[in-house]
C-alpha cells in the first residue's frame, strides 16, 4: 500500500544519514570537509520538538538523532590550536630609600654574550628584557651610590634600597703646585658606615680624570671611608691619600701631590693620539702595545689628553732603542713583530716622535 511504503522510506533516508555520520566518526572526514560550520536551525517538520518540562530536545524523532550526531562532529573536528610562543621573562628593579620623583638616571646593562646597553629609567622602576640573558645589572642615579643589586633569584620584581652618596673633590698636583691635566683618579672604599642590606652592593671605586685645572670629582661615593689615589703615568711617581671621610650629601676635598722622576733621570717620545688609531687601553694606560727596547727591557705607553707619551728611566745621556709592538693577550701575552720603526731615546730629553708604521 502507498502509505506503507512512505513508512518504510522515512526510517530508510533517517538510516543513510546515521551511516554517513559513523563514518565520519570513524576516519575523522565528512564527505563535503573537514569542520562543518555552525548550522543553521532546520525547518520545524525535521526538528525535534522540545518538551516544556526540560527545554531539551526531544530525540524521539530521527531528524534529531541525526542534527545531534552531526554537532557532535563539528565540535571534535575543529579543535582550537594551541600557541607555542612565549613571551621572555622580563625582571623589574624596584627602587627604595627616596621619592620616586627623585629616583632617575641609566641603567647598565651587561648580557651573557658581553654586550653592554645603556638605558634611561625613571620613577625609581627600570624593567630588563630577557632575564635568562642578563649577567648584571648597575643602578646609576645623580646624588645616590652606585647599586648593583644581586640576579640569583626567582623573583620578577627585585627591590633594591638605593643609598644617598657623597662626592670628593680631588686637586692633582706636582710638587711645585702646578695642575696635572688628563689624569685618571681613583679611590677605594676601605668601609662602608653602613653595612650593605642582603641583595645589592654599592660600587666603591669611581673613577674621575683631572681637567686642565688638575680638579677632578668623584661621584657616587658610598658614606665611608675611602683611599684616594693617583697611579703612575710617565714620569710622575703613583700618589696616595688614606682614610679619607666621605658622608651623605656632602663634598669632601683632598689634595695630592705627585712627584717626578728628576728630568736628568729620564727619557722619552711622544706624538698625537690620533696618529695611533689601533693603540687601546683604559684611562692612561695603554694596553695594547709597549715599548719593547733591544736589551730586553719593556716600558709602557700612556694616554695624556691628546698624546701618547713613553717615559724611559736611566743615567744622563743614555741611549735607548726600541720599537712599539703590539701584545697578543690571546696568546698568553707574547710579544707580536714590530709596528713601528726603531725609535732612539737619550735619557734627560723628550722627543717629539713623528711616527712611522712598518705594517
Not at 49 to 65: I, N
Not at 215 to 244: K, S
Request: aromatic share 6%; charged share 20%.
Amino acid at each position: 500500500m502507498p502509505g506503507q511504503r512512505l513508512i518504510v522510506q522515512r526510517p530508510l533516508g533517517v538510516l543513510v544519514v546515521v551511516a554517513l555520520v559513523a563514518v565520519a566518526l570513524l576516519f575523522g572526514n565528512l564527505p563535503f570537509g573537514n569542520v562543518l560550520p555552525a548550522a543553521a536551525p532546520p525547518p520545524a517538520s525535521d526538528v525535534g520538538r522540545t518538551t516544556a518540562a526540560t527545554g531539551l530536545l526531544d530525540l524521539a524523532t530521527p531528524a534529531c538523532v541525526a542534527e545531534a550526531a552531526l554537532s557532535r562532529v563539528a565540535v571534535v573536528a575543529a579543535p582550537e590550536p594551541e600557541s607555542r610562543d612565549e613571551p621572555a621573562s622580563a625582571l623589574t628593579f624596584r627602587m627604595t630609600g627616596a621619592p620616586p620623583e627623585d629616583l632617575h638616571g641609566v641603567a647598565f646593562v651587561r648580557r651573557k654574550d658581553g654586550s653592554t646597553t645603556e638605558v634611561a629609567f625613571e620613577n625609581g622602576s627600570f624593567v630588563a628584557s630577557n632575564r635568562a640573558t642578563l649577567d648584571g645589572v648597575s643602578l646609576r642615579a645623580p646624588g645616590f651610590a652606585i647599586a648593583w643589586p644581586r640576579l640569583g633569584t626567582d623573583a620578577h620584581v627585585i627591590e633594591v634600597p638605593m643609598r644617598r652618596a657623597g662626592e670628593i673633590r680631588v686637586r692633582l698636583v706636582d710638587t711645585q703646585g702646578r695642575p696635572l691635566a688628563h689624569r685618571w683618579i681613583g679611590m677605594m672604599c676601605q668601609g662602608q658606615t653602613e653595612a650593605s642590606p642582603p641583595g645589592v652592593g654599592y660600587q666603591a671605586n669611581p673613577r674621575a680624570v683631572t681637567d686642565d685645572d688638575g680638579i677632578a670629582m668623584l661621584e657616587n661615593a658610598v658614606p665611608g671611608t675611602h683611599d684616594v689615589f693617583a697611579v703612575r703615568v710617565a714620569e710622575w711617581q703613583p700618589v696616595q691619600v688614606h682614610g679619607l671621610a666621605v658622608h651623605a650629601g656632602a663634598v669632601t676635598d683632598c689634595e695630592l701631590v705627585a712627584e717626578a722622576v728628576p728630568q736628568s733621570l729620564y727619557g722619552g717620545f711622544r706624538f698625537p693620539r690620533s696618529a695611533a688609531p689601533s693603540l687601546k687601553g683604559f684611562a692612561n694606560d695603554v694596553s695594547s702595545h709597549i715599548f719593547a727596547c733591544r736589551d730586553g727591557r719593556q716600558y709602557m705607553l700612556a694616554f695624556l689628553g691628546d698624546e701618547v707619551r713613553c717615559i724611559v728611566k736611566g743615567m744622563p745621556g743614555d741611549l735607548v732603542t726600541g720599537s712599539i709592538v703590539p701584545i697578543d693577550y690571546t696568546g698568553g701575552g707574547k710579544q707580536l713583530p714590530p709596528v713601528s720603526t726603531p725609535i732612539t731615546v737619550t735619557v734627560g730629553a723628550v722627543l717629539d716622535w713623528h711616527p712611522i708604521w712598518v705594517r
